[in-house]
């Protein structure tokens, strides 16, 4: 078929149509030669096939384009849309996403929907499970992609790549009935319940006879318990939970102060859960997913009890979970590196360590754990085999590196922007910089610009957080400010934007699971 491929080039070619092959996408099957092919920005799948071969794998394809290559091969060219990639996931197994278990992962969120090749390159070279597909809904809906988008682009890019290794697509942070419905007709796999508007982050504040009120009006009848029932299961119980050599132990008490602090705080949240839980198990009608749970939105971190009161009402409640997302002490900001004592995070994370291995087993999820490098043999050395690193935000910021070398004026066109809007968009995020902090543009010249904006932590945090309103910018017209210059600078710059990319994931990875090889 290689023949056939450069006689498909040449005749494009021949009608003055510029092409890149993507020689890795190539795949032959009964016949016939799949591949992907970039002409104008735009990925096209191009299928080669047998003249008299009308009905085979290919069939099912919508083509934009179809022709004679010779007297015995005929070809048709398929944009990447959402029929054909639901086609390509039915025909190559391989670009369709699956459950991981206890698997440890990294997530590769990817924003603008072009960094997925670079993500696989780190993943393939050191071996390391991803979950490609991951995006939440509230960056969804900043960025104007659909749950369908997000799993496409994936699968469109695990075929360029001809990765083979596996994949899987978490749907973060899903808060409602219809969140978990969305992402399950586009193909997730994982589904991570955010049940933060239930948690109550004010019980740690309350009196004793403010809890006993809250306490007493906590969703019984959801909880399948009642507050009698729950005080005998808890109160004045003591857990000891030793670490697998027994060097180290951790008991655990639940006073009555303790117990109703924790249900007040948490109990509606695990209720929330299990509710959306069932909905997913109507979903799957006894298929398999992924289930995280996910309390890390919270102003306080979270204490060894309040883990463990959390993992004993999911068990109680037959939830169980592939993943828990905690609030670990210091601060996880957006696009840093970890704000806090390096020793009392050792401490307090051992803990839940030792509390996820006894009580689970599944995975403690670090969400917000992009650029986190000061923790990350930390988490290596005391749970390398359970650890799910989510990372986000930080393969855009490494997108906007390309923007910087390749063309400084769209950068600084971008940075503009962002600072006009950062104070409205950092609402949602816990994050130390003001603009007072950020260097004036116009001071800056076009060889700084990437050292100031992208390796110092204000300007990274001013470009982390305004992503959505970058990417969703509009002209009076309607049409695109800045996305869509962006992803022509990205795929101008192709091999370089790959390559920058995966080095910087490559640098999560060797730091989280093989800092520590040597030891």
Partial sequence: MIDAIQAFKRLLEGRKRAIKIYDSSLIERDGAAFFLMLEKYERKLVIIYP???????????????????NKALNYKICPCDDQNASELRKIFPFTKPRVIGLTPAIGTGDRIGLATPGHIRAVRKLGVFPVLAQQS???????????????????????????????????????????????????????????????????????????????????WGELAC????????????????????GKESLKLVFSEEDLLRAAVKYSAAIAHTLKLKRRLDELFRGGSYDLEVSVDETSTPTKPLEHLFIALELRRLNIPIQGLA?????????????????????????????????????????HSGSDKFSIYPILGKLAGDMIHLKTAGTSYIESLRIIARRDP???????????????????????????????????????????????????????????????????????????????????????????????????????????????
Avoid: C
């Fill in 137 to 219: 809904i509230r960056e969804m809906e900043r960025t104007s992609r659909s749950p369908r988008d997000v799993i496409n682009d994936v699968s469109w890019a695990v075929f360029q790549e001809g990765y083979r290794g596996g994949f899987a697509a978490d749907a973060d942070h899903l808060k409602t009935e219809s969140d978990v419905e969305a992402t399950f007709e586009a193909g997730f796999t994982m589904y991570t319940i955010d049940p933060s508007d239930y948690v109550d982050d004010e019980a740690d504040n309350y009196a004793l006879g403010t809890l006993r009120e809250k306490f007493k009006s906590l969703p």
């Fill in 51 to 69: 003249s008299g071969d009308a009905d085979g794998l290919h069939g099912n394809f919508i083509a934009e384009e179809e022709g004679e290559l």
């Fill in 226 to 245: 009642t507050k009698r029932g729950l005080l005998r299961l808890y109160l004045g119980k003591e857990f000891e939970i030793t670490t697998g050599s």
């Fill in 409 to 519: 004026s769209l950068f600084r066109e971008i940075v503009h922007y962002s600072i006009q809007h950062f104070e409205e968009d950092r609402r949602t995020y816990h994050i130390s910089t003001d603009l007072s902090m950020v260097p004036d543009l116009d001071e800056v010249s076009d060889g700084e610009l990437e050292k100031i904006y992208l390796d110092e932590n204000p300007g990274r945090q001013v470009l982390h957080v305004t992503f959505g309103s970058v990417l969703t910018a509009k002209k009076r017209d309607g049409t695109s400010l800045f996305r869509d210059r962006i992803r022509k600078v990205l795929i101008d710059n192709e091999e370089e934007y790959y390559q920058t990319i995966s080095k910087h994931l490559e640098r999560h990875i060797k730091d989280l699971w093989f800092s520590n090889s040597a030891s």
């Fill in 326 to 366: 905690l609030r670990f002490v210091g601060r996880f900001e957006k696009a840093v590196d970890y704000i806090g004592d390096l020793e009392e995070f050792e401490k307090s994370f051992r803990y839940h360590v030792m509390i996820a291995r006894k009580f689970g087993p599944y995975k403690l999820s670090v």
